[in-house]
């Protein structure tokens, strides 16, 4: 049989084989292998919960000593976890010992009873050593009972827990189960902590080429292991399993009010993967649109299901039976940098952007956050993998998220606003007049200077501005847009679902990713998509004079484009496309210009 346990490095399980010797010289336990602190008071745990067995086991580990090896023998262990597994290799080892030596140690004692005989004042000596002869005969016993199976055992056991030593329990470590589990090898027996029965079950759901088996507590596993206990599989049962909710609650686009642009600019963000950038008034439904985005997503497939629930069990955050089943949606409000990117404590936990893989990531009022994480923001943006370098090793988090950005225009929050100077009703431009007082011209509400607009608009600074592809206004006092088609979530989801499912099948499998914001350059994008008819590209080509500076720009403008085409289910650009995505991302809009 072969034993294994597993540590968390970064999100992923890594399976650690256990091999152990005996040592007649010297007594106790050596742990070979980089074992840290925790792992090495998880022997102490160990030996105090073998003494919760029934039967002589901590009698019989207490005559040798023993050397513990955790290959690979290079990378640190840290988990708790592997109480488990240390605890059934001291077992196994101690069956191991040489029963010659047992009997000998018998013969030996039985000759000294002898000796003794029906002398007067010796009765007690007798008495002790009768008893000695009598555990080591229950332990010889033990031993020639169990050591046939075990050498016919021949499963490899995946073993995570950690040891209750005054009942023997066995409990879910705090970090990284769910990566855990997951590292198991193809053919493996998992044995986990009843409690975390779901995580067990989610895994072995997709995964048949593994055996995952819930235990209540040391003795079920060890007799398991003997063989004298049917092993009781985890069961998938929907009831159980706790679904850890991330939004408590999801708007629908239906009961959001008007900005009509700003819907239609989500839509397409979601669709094609684009992150967004919404400018408005304060307190105006710019995170009520973004939560609403978690609801128009597709389901997670099960790969990214996967690690979603390995981020959020890294950081501690899965108890129980919490399993995550929701794309995530996740608000950055005031952070640290190590909230945001990852890192910081022991273990290093992963951040923010990598809670947000596969959803959405809400920066509300993002050009207040500090300059030096803007600028990490943007590298992160870039690779889509947080890395965090920690001592000889980097750790990678995935972060692939939608980011939703919004913040305020300008420093009062009104521009491009205008009020009736004679009834004081507020519009939102391009409309002109009041229509209670046409004649009158209406009056700027912002207050801010055009210098103040444009250095205010700085703050996000222009590489990041550039790695936001749709940029929309949205205010209250939009009124002069028409809703084109029905904008109920569940029929947007189901748009969205089919614009994804094209991309799929475009890109599926390429590094870069499978969403039209992932393709790094033009020529990838020629690669996988339909040739431009000759009038588009001269519209194109028009276009980039008038507007686009940059090659990457270009090339954001195409990939917009596709994706407002694939929400069409049309296999070419058309001009009408890219019409739409210079609006949405703002090319012509004079607060991107500069001219205010
Ligand atoms: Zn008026
Ligand atoms: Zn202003």
Known sequence: MEIYGADISGIEGQSIRFT?????????????????????????????????????????????????????????????????????????????????SLSA?????????????????????????????DSLVRQRELILKYRKHLAENKSKYLLIGTLDITTGRILTPEYGMFGMISSAKTGFDVIIPEESEAHGAVISKARKDIRVIKAADLQEVWNIVLGVTTPRKVSYDSKQIKRKRLTHYVPDLKAIDGVALAKRAMVVALAGGHNILLLGPPGQGKSMLAQAATKLLPNLSHDEMFEV???????????????????????????????????????????????????VLLFDEINLLP?????????????????????NTIIEYPCNFIMIAAMNPCECGWYGHLVCPQCGRIFFSPIQECPEHPELKLQRKCICTNLKISRYRDTLTQPLLDRIDLKVFLSPYDKGQDIEYDYASSTVRRQIQAARDIQQKRYGGREFGNSNACVPDRSQFEKYTSPLDSNVKDFI?????????????????????RTIA???GASNIRIKDIKEAISLMGLEHPYFRGSF
């Not at 390995?310 to 108890?319: C, F, M, R, T, V």
């Not at 409000?333 to 404590?345: D, I, P, Q, S």
């Not at 030096?372 to 001592?391: E, P, W």
Request: hydrophobic residues 35%; neutral net charge.
């Open 105 to 133: 140690e018998i013969e030996h004692l039985e000759k000294d009873v002898e000796k003794i005989g029906e002398k007067e004042g010796r009765e007690r000596l007798k008495t002790e050593l009768l008893e000695k002869i």
């Open 371 to 391: 300059l030096g994480l803007i600028q990490g923001l943007r590298n992160t943006l870039n690779d889509r993998v947080q890395k965090i370098q920690r001592l």
């Open 566 to 568: 694939d929400l069409d």
């Open 20 to 100: 152990a010797t005996k040592e007649l010289e010297r007594r106790g336990v050596t742990l070979l292998g980089l074992a840290q602190k925790v792992v090495r008071e998880g022997f102490q745990r160990a030996a105090k919960a073998i003494e919760t067995l029934e039967g002589d086991w901590s009698k019989i580990l207490c005559n040798h000593g023993y050397t513990i090896q955790l290959n690979p023998a290079e990378t640190p262990k840290t988990s708790s976890g592997l109480d488990l597994p240390i605890a059934i290799m001291l077992l196994q080892a101690s069956i191991l010992q040489n029963i010659e």
């Open 541 to 561: 080509e028009d276009t980039c004079r008038r507007l686009i500076d940059t090659k990457r720009k270009e090339v954001k403008l195409l990939l917009v484009s």
């Open 309 to 359: 629930n390995k981020i959020y069990s890294a950081k501690g955050e899965l108890k129980g039976n919490e399993v995550i089943l929701d794309r995530p949606f996740q608000e950055v409000t005031r952070v640290t940098e190590a909230a945001l990117f990852g890192g910081g404590a022991r273990p290093p936990l992963p951040g923010l952007v990598s809670l947000a893989h596969t959803g």
